[in-house]
């Protein structure tokens, strides 16, 4: 088992920048991939960045490159997402997964272990 935790979100204006954290414990960090995946109200969960196990290759979400960064340190067995130029469309509550699978996959059925979610609200 894992266990994930998130922690960071909030209310914010558009243009603002947070950072969330995604805390595991349990089995080893390092042996799994990890992604963030949002879900706005009325949505689909979508995945949103994707990172492998030591951190070298990431995916990301078109609606989000270029403004949010992945990242993950395996002695903290912590990862992150640091979301900067916050738009009203980043609505969402986040979630962070971990995935045993090989690579980054890019849907929510190939990762085992979910946390809680965290709430993002951009305001205009």
Same mark, same amino acid.
């Given at each position: 088992?894992?266990?994930? @935790?998130?922690? #960071? #979100? ?6 603002? +920048?947070?950072?969330? +954290? ?7 960090? +390092? ?6 995946? =949002? ?24 609606? @989000? ?33 971990? =995935? ?22 951009? +305001?205009?």
């Amino acid at each position: 088992q894992v266990q994930l @935790v998130e922690s #960071g #979100g909030g209310l914010v204006q558009a243009g603002d +920048s947070l950072t969330l +954290s995604c805390a595991a414990s349990g089995r080893t960090f +390092s042996n799994y991939a990890m992604a963030w995946f =949002s879900q706005g109200p009325g949505k689909a969960r979508e995945i949103v960045a994707g990172i492998n196990t030591d951190g070298r290759a990431t995916y990301y979400n078109d609606s @989000v490159r270029g403004r949010f960064t992945i990242s993950r340190d395996n002695a903290k067995n912590t990862a992150y997402l640091r979301m900067n130029n916050l738009k009203p469309e980043d609505t969402a509550v986040y979630f962070c997964a971990a =995935s045993s699978q090989i690579g980054i996959r890019t849907h929510a059925p190939f990762y085992e272990y979910w946390g809680q979610g965290t709430q993002v609200t951009v +305001s205009s």
